[in-house]
């Protein structure tokens, strides 16, 4: 396997930084617990403001990855098509890259 240099890390973290949001944003609702009563950073909740959607599909995702399909449709029905559609948009991210990446080296070869 090839070691990659500081600088190919780098381009590597630019070019595919919403893949690595997404994920991150997953991996952080899988932590987080899906019961209502813990901390916010929902701008809504601080105004007082109970029914926010996002706050919703952020409690939704946590409670699919917890288990909890029922309570997951209770806070908000689409928590697990966004799942699906966070997951699939970062897996195309990183194939386009990696795509982008073969594609440039095969013309290099061939046109040196």
């Not at 240099?5 to 690595?20: A, I, S, T, V």
């Not at 990855?65 to 897996?91: D, E, T, V, W």
């Amino acid at each position: 396997m090839k070691r990659l240099r500081p600088k190919e890390l780098w381009d590597f973290l630019k070019k595919n930084l919403e893949g690595f949001i997404w994920l991150s944003a997953l991996l952080l609702l899988a932590l987080m617990s899906p019961a209502l009563d813990t901390p916010s950073l929902c701008v809504f909740r601080w105004l007082g403001i109970e029914s926010c959607p996002g706050c919703g599909l952020g409690h939704s995702v946590s409670a699919v990855f917890h288990g909890q399909i029922k309570a997951s449709f209770n806070y908000h029905p689409l928590g697990i098509f966004a799942i699906f559609i966070l997951s699939i948009r970062s897996i195309l991210v990183f194939k386009a890259y990696f795509l982008y990446q073969k594609q440039k080296s095969q013309y290099y070869d061939q046109n040196l």
